[in-house]
């Protein structure tokens, strides 16, 4: 989208106003940001889950600053137009409030991020207000959060209940008035997440799989495409089976290969009858 405005927060909240719903995606790597960028995808989140859709892990526990890093970079080189958001890894924030400063800064000032997100309610608000302080907008995430996931007691809904939903709800209101611009909601119950919505007043929010009344939607990209085959969320919709396509197609070059029917001469590059005799020449 050559004339696509770069995405800022007066636009996001802008939209907000509107009632139109922001868009958000997990993105890794420069071919896929390319792709979104030209599908005007507002908000884009190299996600921590790189861990398990790039990296192999089987949480997202392992990733370091320098994975989040690089991988950043590689999605800020093909989407120069989108609201970045880096995603805080495990034990980059949660020591103290200068640990999260600087690791937050390192998304700003070596990825070009936009706006950096992390984990956790109240007990996290004040990294989430030095952060803010020091300049560097932050997004919170409630619910399910995975670094928390053994405590959490694994993947599931979080806030089912009726005093784990008010948990919530008051870590939503402690990381707003720490300065959050925004807040992901993770598999939390529909109506919880419409009421934290409709009692937000400085930040927006929103839903991965906690229902249709946040103002905005996040997918996994690998969710969304068949591309993650370990595991397969009910919180995710399938928009093409990408996986499957790529599956067919190494199968059928290795077919190829093996039969000696690739490559045909469009796919590879001669010499001239002269040439050649002049090499065979040069050779005895």
């Known amino acids: ?136 907008p932050a997004m919170g995430h409630l619910g399910l959060t995975p670094q928390s996931m053994s405590a959490l007691g694994g993947f599931r809904v979080q806030g089912r209940g009726a005093l784990q939903a008010k948990k919530i709800v008051d870590d939503a209101k402690a990381l707003e008035h720490a300065g959050a611009f925004a807040i992901l909601l993770e598999m939390v119950p529909d109506r919880v997440c419409k009421l934290i919505t409709e009692r937000a007043e400085t930040c927006f929010i929103i839903s991965l799989g906690s229902g249709l009344d946040a103002h905005g939607q996040l997918l996994i990209y690998h969710d969304m495409f068949g591309l993650y085959p370990k595991f397969k969320p009910r919180m995710a919709k399938v928009y093409g089976e990408a996986g499957k396509v790529i599956l067919e197609g190494l199968k059928q070059y290795a077919k190829e290969v093996q039969e000696r029917q690739f490559p045909q001469p469009e796919n590879w590059f001669s010499i001239q009858d002269e040439e050649y005799e002049e090499l065979l020449q040069l050779l005895d």
């Not at 034990?91 to 200068?98: L, T």
């Open 1 to 136: 989208m050559a004339d696509r405005k770069k995405v800022t927060l007066p636009i996001l909240f802008n939209k907000v106003e509107e009632g139109v719903p922001i868009t958000m995606l997990t993105c890794y790597d420069y071919p896929t940001a390319f792709f979104q960028e030209e599908a005007g995808i507002d908000m884009v989140l190299v996600g921590d889950s790189l861990g398990m859709t790039m990296l192999g892990f089987d949480s997202t526990l392992p990733v370091t600053m320098d994975d989040m890093i690089r991988h950043s970079q590689a999605v800020r080189r093909g989407s120069s137009n989108c609201w970045l958001i880096g995603d805080m890894p495990y034990m980059s924030y949660q020591p103290s409030v200068e640990s999260a400063i600087r690791n937050a800064g390192r998304f700003m000032a070596e990825a070009q991020c936009d706006a950096i997100k992390l984990e956790g309610g109240a007990q996290m608000a004040d990294r989430m207000a030095g952060i803010v302080a020091a300049g560097i």
